[in-house]
């Protein structure tokens, strides 16, 4: 079975900063990857998704990721942290091997941005 | 825009009482999900389903039914609740074309605490 490791589990950033959020993979066959974005109070929202098109993958809000096959990563940046990037943000793999059309989630990483 | 509801927001229940809880999307997916959110261990999947009336094991189900007699509606229950189900869950749809890189919609999720 598929999975994925975040490593970090909060991550504080001064507005401006780069923003750079670690996620690992473990996978048997080639995977499909995410990024979801959960602000305060609200659900999962979907930030960008690579399906072996291309490895670096650019997503909503300035962020973008890229597909690492020989370091089996899928690490998420942004150039320049905004205070509304707050949030918890989660890195997920599809049940490729298995065919089961859920995803499974990393721990999650809470980023924090100072003035 | 998809819509996914999730009929509280906070819960609190009794240790033994059976507990329902309710999901509702309005754009006609086939698949929809119940997952739970627990601090440092991210998403965890409880239940699935990828059509009326069926339903699959996810990788926590113990102490969780579920129930889905209409296309829309995706209800989760827990049938006798103990303190180790106080949980965030959230429910979420996708839109059931068989792949699997499809974008899932979450609800903004229950807070359900057992006491």
């Known amino acids: 079975a598929q999975s994925v490791t975040q490593l970090g589990s909060h991550v504080s950033v001064s507005e401006g900063a780069l923003v750079l959020l670690r996620c690992n993979y473990s996978?048997?066959?080639?995977?499909?990857l995410f990024w979801y974005v959960q602000y305060p109070n609200q659900g999962l929202q979907l930030l960008l998704k690579y399906t072996s098109a291309a490895t670096l993958v650019k997503g909503i809000n300035g962020f973008e990721a890229e597909f690492k096959k020989s370091e089996t990563s899928f690490h998420l940046t942004k150039p320049s942290a905004h205070m509304s990037d707050a949030a918890e943000y989660f890195c997920?793999?599809?049940?490729?091997?298995?065919?089961?059309?859920?995803?499974?989630f990393g721990s999650g990483t809470r980023l924090q941005v100072q003035p | 825009d998809v819509k996914v509801t999730q009929s509280s927001r906070y819960l609190v229940k009794r240790t033994g009482e059976k507990v329902f809880l309710e999901c509702v999307q309005d754009m006609d997916h086939e698949n929809m999900f119940w997952y739970r959110q627990d601090p440092g261990l991210g998403l965890r999947l409880i239940y699935f389903?990828?059509?009326?009336?069926?339903?699959e094991k996810g990788d926590i189900p113990e102490g969780y039914s579920v129930s889905r007699e209409k296309k829309e509606r995706f209800s989760l229950i827990l049938e006798s609740a103990s303190t180790n189900q106080t949980s965030m869950y959230l429910c979420?749809?996708?839109?059931?074309?068989?792949?699997?890189?499809?974008?899932?919609?979450f609800g903004s999720g229950t807070q359900l605490s057992v006491l």
């Open positions: 979420a749809s996708s839109l059931g074309t068989g792949a699997t890189n499809e974008k899932l919609f």
């Open positions: 996978s048997s066959v080639p995977p499909y």
């Open positions: 997920a793999v599809s049940e490729m091997d298995t065919g089961r059309r859920a995803l499974t």
């Open positions: 389903s990828y059509d009326v009336k069926m339903k």
